[in-house]
T-cell receptor
Framework: DSGVTQTPKHLITATGQRVTLRCSPR?????VYWYQQSLDQGLQFLIQ???????AKGNILERFSAQQFPDLHSELNLSSLELGDSALYFC??????????????????FGPGTRLTVL | AQKITQTQPGMFVQEKEAVTLDCTYD???????LFWYKQPSSGEMIFLIY??????QNATEGRYSLNFQKARKSANLVISASQLGDSAMYFC?????????????FGAGTRLAVHP
């Protein structure tokens, strides 16, 4: 158990709908990272928040948005859902900001994931 | 371009034997980190082992070791004495600086099946 929690575990919805995925980081971790794992694209970094502010952005669609709240939990909002959005969505937390030049070591702890199915 | 390549979509190994999962990477940045994660059928991502680009020795964690060949840009995972519970997807990943922040990029994965 990494200490990172994600809810819900499974989500089934229809095209065109909007969903919110929730992540609670490990106690004390300030960074939250979101990843998407799909069959055709593999595992891709979406976005990172640190202490409530957006830091790094990856291959995140404009239909997707995220935020990190004062209690450090994060939500990933997916709107106008398409069939291709079906995937496993992971969040990971870290105590570090992840600045380039920081000493690199294993510092991301992954949650169990939310499996989204769009029908 | 920064890239991770895992050329083996699937691998089979007999229980108690050793197996090597291949990973090559491409980056022009001198500072990077290499990771291996295990993803069992339940879906969670389990960290296995880490190697920093400046580390002089190959990383080891129990039955896992990372064969780091910097000049060849390879970071192969060696699992010794395979167990049935090792059957899973294995992902190689690289953490590199990008746009001021570190970014984690993943390979396509290798599915390992351990046979009794």
């Amino acid at each position: 158990d990494s200490g990172v929690t994600q809810t819900p575990k499974h989500l089934i919805t229809a095209t065109g709908q909007r969903v919110t995925l929730r992540c609670s980081p490990r106690s004390g971790d300030l960074s939250v990272y979101w990843y998407q794992q799909s069959l055709d694209q593999g595992l891709q970094f979406l976005i990172q928040y640190y202490n409530g502010e957006e830091r790094a952005k990856g291959n995140i669609l404009e239909r997707f948005s995220a935020q990190q709240f004062p209690d450090l939990h994060s939500e990933l909002n997916l709107s106008s859902l398409e069939l291709g959005d079906s995937a496993l969505y992971f969040c990971a937390s870290s105590p570090r900001e992840g600045l380039a030049g920081e000493q690199l070591y294993n510092e991301q702890f992954f949650g169990p994931g939310t499996r989204l199915t769009v029908l | 371009a920064q890239k991770i390549t895992q050329t083996q979509p699937g691998m089979f190994v007999q229980e108690k034997e050793a197996v090597t999962l291949d990973c090559t990477y491409d980056t022009s940045d001198p500072s990077y980190g290499l990771f291996w994660y295990k993803q069992p059928s339940s879906g969670e991502m389990i960290f296995l082992i880490y190697q920093g680009s400046y580390d002089q020795q190959n990383a080891t964690e129990g039955r896992y070791s990372l064969n780091f060949q910097k000049a060849r840009k390879s970071a192969n995972l060696v699992i010794s004495a395979s167990q049935l519970g090792d059957s899973a997807m294995y992902f190689c990943a690289m953490r590199v600086p990008s746009g001021g922040y570190n970014k984690l990029i993943f390979g396509a994965g290798t599915r390992l099946a351990v046979h009794p």
